[in-house]
Nanobody, 121 residues
Framework: QVQLAESGGGSVQAGGSLRLSCAAS????????MAWFRQAPGKEREGVAV???????IYADSVKGRFTISRDNAKNTLYLQMNSLKPEDTAMYYC???????????????WGQGTQVTVSS
């Protein structure tokens, strides 16, 4: 079981940037695929980006070219750099660890508590 804790959320104006971090408890984090999901009020949780132990990534079409996922296995930390933020990016952002390389929430068994991102126009 991996314990995950997100940080870095906040309120920004459209066009601004935020960097989310996710600290993981497992010393074997490198064996997990790590992902970011988000959930806006009244909407289903959606995948944002996932990264394998190397540099392979998958991004949702809605964030391609604006968001960058990265990881530091030595620090057991996952990151999400978010640039050119839009009001529609407003959501609770969650990090997740799993063993399938995709953006399907049901395939991930380890979740953090989330960090809120609010983008105003």
């Amino acid at each position: 079981q991996v314990q995950l804790a997100e940080s870095g959320g906040g309120s920004v104006q459209a066009g601004g940037s935020l960097r989310l971090s996710c600290a993981a408890s497992a010393y074997t984090l490198g064996s997990y695929y790590m992902a970011w999901f988000r959930q806006a009020p009244g909407k289903e949780r959606e995948g944002v980006a996932v990264i394998d132990s190397g540099r392979s990534t998958i991004y949702a079409d809605s964030v391609k070219g604006r968001f960058t996922i990265s990881r530091d296995n030595a620090k057991n930390t996952l990151y999400l750099q978010m640039n050119s933020l839009k009001p529609e990016d407003t959501a609770m952002y969650y990090c997740a660890a799993g063993h399938i390389f995709n953006l399907v929430a049901g395939d991930y068994g380890n979740w953090g508590q989330g960090t809120q991102v609010t983008v105003s126009s």
